[in-house]
């Protein structure tokens, strides 16, 4: 047990790389499956995820922010305005800590706010959460 703890230590084994991808949203929305999230180091969009839409109802997505651990936003691609009651709806993102020259297998995380609205609803609603990707 000292000996692998020496091991993650120094860096020679990395617990990071058994880690699987994983994307989390506060109700009523959620992540899809499992694949249904990537980040791509030489797509344009590059970071991309799908959300399912558990509200009961419609609804209008006002604004998705993406925040790298870094402090940057990214950039939102898609011109997704509503997602349909038990639909879901793929998000895409411009992201700048992920280019050409990000080698595959490196983690990408940030936080993910999605602010809407339910259909027949007046006021603005956050689902907040977290992705940690693997870029290919």
């Known amino acids: 047990l000292i000996a692998l703890g020496a091991l993650v230590y ?10 699987q991808d994983n994307c989390t949203l ?12 990537v980040a791509y180091n030489l797509a344009a969009s590059n970071v991309l995820f799908r959300v399912n ?3 009961g109802n419609t609804i209008t997505v006002v604004d998705a922010d993406v925040e790298e651990i870094d402090g940057n936003l990214c950039t939102r691609t898609d011109a ?5 009651d038990g639909s879901e709806a793929e998000l895409t993102f411009t992201c700048n800590d992920i280019n050409a020259a990000t080698e595959e297998g490196t983690r990408f995380k940030a936080d993910l706010n999605i602010i809407y609205t339910i259909s ?3 006021y603005n609603q956050t689902s907040s959460g977290q992705v940690v990707l693997r870029v290919q």
């Open 10 to 19: 120094f860096g020679v084994i990395s617990p990071e790389r058994f880690v």
């Open 26 to 37: 506060t109700p009523p929305l959620s992540c899809s499956e499992i694949g249904d999230y």
């Open 53 to 55: 839409n558990g509200a």
């Open 80 to 84: 997704i305005t509503s997602i349909s």
């Open 120 to 122: 027949g609803g007046a």
